[in-house]
């Protein structure tokens, strides 16, 4: 397997994609799906564009349908819900389809929504990717941090780290480029401390001026889902 890390979609390559994506944005579109897709939502279908997924969303039955987003972290004017996965409970969730649409997650799943395998995680759900690539063993493997606004976000390669860490001893892979040795030296310098990482990042500072210390807990906690989005049709995400 040749592994790589890209801290956000800008820096992934774009003339070729990988055997298997890995879309990462802990803080939190990736822990969001996981957690909706756990409490038994349907889908979660991604838009980078709210016009598009007003569109898309008004062809669904609005029992069916949950229209879910933020702009800023703030939640989007006139939806349903926002990003917080806090608010992804089986009540609200079950049966319907989350139409999402996030600062930057929704466009790191756009940026490899055609390679041959597109999965997505957290901290929530790591261990559940590093399943999935033990089993499949895909040839190429690109880990992809949302990052914020084209620049890097210490939570997505931490998590990077995380895969990549637990992947070393377990499988013979490549390391790719220096990337995925910069992720696992910062996800080892804070495994035990994710939270204050959180407290400290930049998009962690933002989510605390919404009032959201209680999305950092929960985004924080390490493999406390046993759920892996996977692509199905182009950014539609589902329970694997
Ligand atoms: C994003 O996609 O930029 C994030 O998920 C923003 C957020 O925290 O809601």
Redesign the pocket.
């Known amino acids: 397997m040749k592994l790589f890390v890209y801290h956000t979609p800008e820096s992934t390559p774009e003339d070729s994609l990988p055997d298997c994506a890995v879309v990462i944005?802990v803080?939190?579109?990736t822990t969001?799906i996981a957690t909706a897709l756990n409490a038994g939502a349907e889908a979660v279908q991604a838009f980078k564009d709210i016009d598009e997924l007003m569109t898309v969303s008004s062809q669904w039955l609005p029992q069916k349908r949950l229209r879910a987003g933020?702009r800023g972290?703030a939640k989007v004017d006139g939806f349903d819900l926002?990003?917080s996965p806090l608010d992804c409970t089986p009540e609200v969730v079950q049966h319907k389809r989350l139409f999402l649409t996030?600062?930057?997650?929704?466009r790191a799943l756009e940026r490899v929504q055609s390679a041959s395998v597109l999965i997505t995680a957290a901290f929530v759900n790591c261990q559940a990717a590093v399943n999935y690539l033990l089993e499949k063993e895909p040839s190429t493997v690109w880990l992809v941090g949302?990052g914020?606004q084209g620049g890097y976000s210490l939570e997505d390669t931490a998590c990077a780290g995380a895969i990549a860490h637990s992947l070393v001893s377990k499988i013979d892979y490549q390391v790719a480029n220096d990337e995925v040795i910069a992720a696992i030296a910062l996800y080892t310098q804070w495994q035990d401390r994710m939270l204050e990482m959180f407290e400290q990042s930049t998009?962690g500072q933002r989510?605390l001026k919404l009032d959201c210390h209680r999305d950092l807990e929960y985004c924080a906690q390490s493999n406390i889902l046993d759920v892996l989005p996977i692509q199905n049709e182009a950014k539609v995400l589902i329970k694997s």
């Open positions: 944005d803080l939190r579109a969001t933020e972290g926002g990003n996030t600062t930057n997650g929704t949302s914020w998009h989510l």
